[in-house]
């Protein structure tokens, strides 16, 4: 099992791309998961992330990252540094590996450079969103170590 891999600051010619792609596998699960129409997906993926990032790259707090194995872009990390009252965390917003990668401990490595970041920057919680159906991540983030601190829950009555 492959698992070598480092992260590397995102550089403004890739953000473009890589914002697409965030936003548009964002409101796939909103369209998915959330139940959403698609049109209505893609509006809320733009507004969210249009809210999150006034300065695209250069928004304060906000933290990109590509994921490279072998010398080759195989994935992201999107991080943000958060404070609610005294306490600092690093917020995921996402992890990504190409579906070509996927399968060889990648995930997980870029999740523990994720842990070395924090660490780093003095921060001594990381939290995270995953949607419910997102089977693959969540058991990720449990070998990990993490725990549910909420579970949000719905029933379509159609």
């Given amino acids: 099992m492959a698992s070598e891999a480092s992260l590397r600051p995102m550089r403004a010619d890739e953000y473009a791309t890589s914002i697409a792609a965030t936003k548009a596998g964002y409101a796939h699960d909103i ?6 129409p698609r049109s209505t997906a893609l509006q809320r993926s733009e507004e969210d992330i249009a809210r999150i990032l006034p300065d ?12 490279e194995h072998e010398g080759r872009s195989v994935g992201r990390l999107w991080l943000a540094e958060r404070t609610s009252g005294t306490l600092r965390t690093l917020f995921i917003y996402e992890i990504e590996v190409d579906d070509a990668h996927r399968g060889k401990g990648l995930g997980r490595a870029a999740m523990l450079l994720a ?8 921060i ?3 939290e995270l969103n995953v949607f419910g159906g997102n089977e693959v991540a969540r058991g990720l983030y449990r070998s990990l170590g993490y725990v549910e601190s909420a579970v949000q829950m719905a029933k379509n009555l159609t």
């Fill in 31 to 36: 369209e998915v998961s959330g139940g959403y």
């Fill in 115 to 122: 842990e070395e970041e924090a660490t780093a920057r003095g």
């Fill in 56 to 67: 695209g790259l250069e928004t304060a707090g906000q933290l990109f990252f590509v994921i």
């Fill in 124 to 126: 001594t919680r990381i």
